[in-house]
Every structure is written in structure tokens, then in C-alpha cells.
């Protein structure tokens, strides 16, 4: 029996034809790589900027910008999550790879207040929220100004993204947006890092990806240790993948498993009366190198994304406290 998202072998293929009485062309679309690519980033493009679609002003300028940016070698994210002391705040359109966003300023209806934000934050916009808030570079546009005035911003601020693209060229330090598989993602790196721009379909895609195991079909276990981890690392590490989610959102029978909106706490609770947290397993000093089940606002897929490696540091209010000791985490390659 063939899986959901489990890789299809030549073997499974050949029966499949023999029972069809079929050749290969028959199932199967040839598609180039260069091409899936590009479809793959004129989806998340159109996606991505669609978010904006009831917002007027907003989407006339993150499109206008978009469009007359005119290249795809650097990755558009809308309603970006930035976190600052006092609370956050979405940017309207984020570059990534340079630390760059375009942001409307519509006088009264835009307030850069935590009660004016009417969505849920997520798992997702955590793991993906602004690092380097102090380098973050903001490029305003008001709104609220003439049609030739909103014009000229528009046209300023695409001419200094496309410097900055150049800068970074010029200095070696430019990374093209690239939209591919996890294996080819990791094919010449060493760790997996919470800046990784890649997610997992299943348990057994990212252990096999990540660790050069050789699982087949779905892992049901979430908490178990790998098979290459045993000779590299013994019991020292786990792989965790729970249900997370922000503000107590996420129930795993009686479980409930919350990361903070830092990112760098996981709070873990059984709602039962009975249990308490010095009932809790006896491995708990094992590290958890951790992933998080998350779906993609953008292409609605539900993936695994990792989050760090998190070490127990003990209870509060009957509740086990796991903090993040790492942001990334090597690769096994055998």
C-alpha cells in the first residue's frame, strides 16, 4: 500500500502498469525542473500577495512595488510578524533576504498597535518572524498623499531595493531565492537552523533528510530517538514533534503543548486533575531536538518546520518548562 506523500519506487511504478496494462508515460507527467521551479514561485507569488486584497491602499502599493521590482531572485512575504518590546506589529510587504520592508502608512486606520492586529498569531509567523529587529530597514509609503507623490515613493523605494540587491551581489553575500525539495535544499549544508526556509511533509521526510535514516510509510511516534542517533549520540538526544501551538490553542488528547511568542520557551501541561508535572517521564533531561507541525499561511500546506533544540529546566504553576539551548542542529550524513 502507497501512503500519502510517501515516495513512489520505479518497482511500485511497474506494477502499477502491469495491473493498468499501461506504460510509464501513461501515469506520469514529465515536468523540467527550471519549469516547476517557476511554478512553484508564481503560486506562492500570487498567494502571497493576494493577503492584501481587502486592503485597498495597501495592495495597490505592495503590488505596484512588486511588480516594478520586476525580478524573482529575491522572495516577497506579506503580512510579515516583526515583534518589538511593547508588542508587534505585520509588515506589509518583507524581503527576507534583505532585512527590507515596504510598509503603508494610512494615517488613523493603520495604528502600529498590538489591538489593532485582528488575526491570530501563529506558529508560523513565529518561527518566521524579523531576527535582526535592530537591522530591520522600513520603507514608508504614505497614502494619504497625491496620486504623483504616492508615484514617486513608489519609484524611490524600488530603485533602493534594487541597490541593496546589488550591494549584496557586489559583496558576495547575496542569496537568490531558490524554491526547492528538502533534500536538494540540504544537499550541501551541514545544519538545520530555525532560518531554514524548507518544511517537511511527514515525520519520516525529515528524519530521513535531516539524520540519513531510511524510514518507509508515516511514523506514527512523536518523542523517540533515531536510528543513526544511537551510535553519534547515544541517548543523548530525542526528536520531538508535538502539536504546538501559541496561547494554549493545542490539545494532543490531554496534552497541551505551547511555545511562547519569542520562540525560545515550550510549555507543557496534562489538563487532568490528577496529574501532576513530578509525574512526568523519567527522560526528561534528554535534549529534544524539536519540530513543529505548521501551516503555511501562504500555501496552506501543513509541514514540519524546526524550532531548535530544547532542554527541560523545570516546573512552573504544574507545568514542565522546556527552554531553547540551540537554533540550529548538524546534520547526520553517513
Same mark, same amino acid.
Given at each position: 500500500?502507497?501512503?500519502?506523500?510517501?515516495?513512489?519506487?520505479?518497482?511500485?511504478?511497474?506494477?502499477?502498469?502491469?495491473?493498468?496494462?499501461?506504460?510509464?508515460?501513461?501515469?506520469?507527467?514529465?515536468?523540467?525542473?527550471?519549469?516547476?521551479?517557476?511554478?512553484?514561485?508564481?503560486?506562492?507569488?500570487?498567494?502571497?500577495?493576494?493577503?492584501?486584497?481587502?486592503?485597498?491602499?495597501?495592495?495597490?502599493?505592495?503590488?505596484?512595488?512588486?511588480?516594478?521590482?520586476?525580478?524573482?531572485?529575491?522572495?516577497?512575504?506579506?503580512?510579515?510578524?516583526?515583534?518589538?518590546?511593547?508588542?508587534?506589529?505585520?509588515?506589509?510587504?518583507?524581503?527576507?533576504?534583505? *532585512?527590507?520592508?515596504?510598509?503603508?502608512?494610512?494615517?488613523?486606520?493603520?495604528?502600529?498597535?498590538?489591538?489593532?492586529?485582528?488575526?491570530?498569531?501563529?506558529?508560523?509567523?513565529?518561527?518566521?518572524?524579523?531576527?535582526?529587529?535592530?537591522?530591520?530597514?522600513?520603507?514608508?509609503?504614505?497614502?494619504?498623499?497625491?496620486?504623483?507623490?504616492?508615484?514617486?515613493?513608489?519609484?524611490?523605494?524600488?530603485?533602493?531595493?534594487?541597490?541593496?540587491?546589488?550591494?549584496?551581489?557586489?559583496?558576495?553575500?547575496?542569496?537568490?531565492?531558490?524554491?526547492?525539495?528538502?533534500?536538494?535544499?540540504?544537499? *550541501?549544508?551541514?545544519?538545520?537552523?530555525?532560518?531554514?526556509?524548507?518544511?517537511?511533509?511527514?515525520?519520516?521526510?525529515?528524519?530521513?533528510?535531516?539524520?540519513?535514516?531510511?524510514?518507509?510509510?508515516?511514523?506514527?511516534?512523536?518523542?523517540?530517538?533515531?536510528?543513526?542517533?544511537?551510535?553519534?549520540?547515544?541517548?543523548?538526544?530525542?526528536?520531538?514533534?508535538?502539536?504546538?501551538?501559541?496561547? *494554549?490553542?493545542?490539545?494532543?488528547?490531554?496534552?497541551?503543548?505551547?511555545?511562547?511568542?519569542?520562540?525560545?520557551?515550550?510549555?507543557?501541561?496534562?489538563?487532568?486533575?490528577?496529574?501532576?508535572?513530578?509525574?512526568?517521564?523519567?527522560?526528561?533531561?534528554?535534549?529534544?531536538?524539536?519540530?513543529?507541525?505548521?501551516?503555511?499561511?501562504?500555501?496552506?500546506?501543513?509541514?514540519?518546520?524546526?524550532?531548535?533544540?530544547?532542554?527541560?529546566?523545570?516546573?512552573?504553576?504544574?507545568?514542565?518548562?522546556?527552554?531553547?539551548?540551540?537554533?540550529?542542529?548538524?546534520?547526520?550524513?553517513?
Amino acid at each position: 500500500m502507497v501512503s500519502v506523500h510517501e515516495n513512489v519506487t520505479t518497482d511500485v511504478l511497474y506494477k502499477i502498469c502491469k495491473v493498468l496494462v499501461c506504460d510509464f508515460k501513461d501515469i506520469m507527467e514529465y515536468i523540467k525542473k527550471e519549469d516547476y521551479i517557476m511554478d512553484k514561485k508564481f503560486e506562492y507569488i500570487a498567494r502571497t500577495l493576494s493577503r492584501t486584497k481587502r486592503k485597498e491602499y495597501e495592495n495597490y502599493v505592495v503590488n505596484a512595488i512588486w511588480n516594478r521590482l520586476n525580478t524573482t531572485e529575491v522572495k516577497p512575504v506579506s503580512q510579515q510578524y516583526i515583534k518589538y518590546k511593547s508588542g508587534y506589529y505585520m509588515i506589509d510587504l518583507y524581503f527576507p533576504q534583505l *532585512n527590507i520592508g515596504i510598509e503603508c502608512d494610512e494615517g488613523y486606520h493603520k495604528q502600529i498597535v498590538e489591538q489593532d492586529i485582528h488575526r491570530e498569531i501563529t506558529i508560523f509567523d513565529i518561527l518566521k518572524q524579523v531576527k535582526n529587529v535592530s537591522e530591520y530597514r522600513a520603507l514608508h509609503v504614505d497614502v494619504t498623499k497625491s496620486y504623483a507623490e504616492i508615484e514617486e515613493e513608489i519609484n524611490f523605494h524600488v530603485q533602493t531595493i534594487h541597490s541593496c540587491i546589488e550591494s549584496q551581489k557586489s559583496s558576495g553575500c547575496f542569496t537568490a531565492w531558490q524554491d526547492v525539495l528538502p533534500h536538494e535544499y540540504f544537499a *550541501n549544508k551541514d545544519t538545520v537552523s530555525i532560518d531554514s526556509d524548507v518544511g517537511f511533509r511527514t515525520i519520516s521526510e525529515t528524519c530521513n533528510t535531516l539524520f540519513a535514516t531510511e524510514y518507509k510509510g508515516n511514523i506514527q511516534q512523536s518523542w523517540f530517538v533515531p536510528s543513526t542517533f544511537r551510535k553519534k549520540y547515544g541517548q543523548q538526544y530525542k526528536v520531538w514533534f508535538p502539536k504546538l501551538a501559541v496561547e *494554549n490553542k493545542a490539545v494532543t488528547g490531554n496534552w497541551h503543548n505551547e511555545l511562547s511568542q519569542d520562540g525560545n520557551r515550550i510549555i507543557e501541561f496534562n489538563e487532568s486533575s490528577q496529574w501532576t508535572a513530578e509525574d512526568e517521564r523519567t527522560d526528561l533531561n534528554q535534549l529534544r531536538v524539536t519540530f513543529a507541525h505548521v501551516l503555511d499561511p501562504i500555501t496552506r500546506n501543513r509541514e514540519y518546520r524546526f524550532v531548535g533544540v530544547f532542554k527541560y529546566s523545570g516546573v512552573e504553576q504544574n507545568k514542565n518548562i522546556y527552554t531553547r539551548i540551540s537554533e540550529s542542529f548538524p546534520l547526520v550524513k553517513l
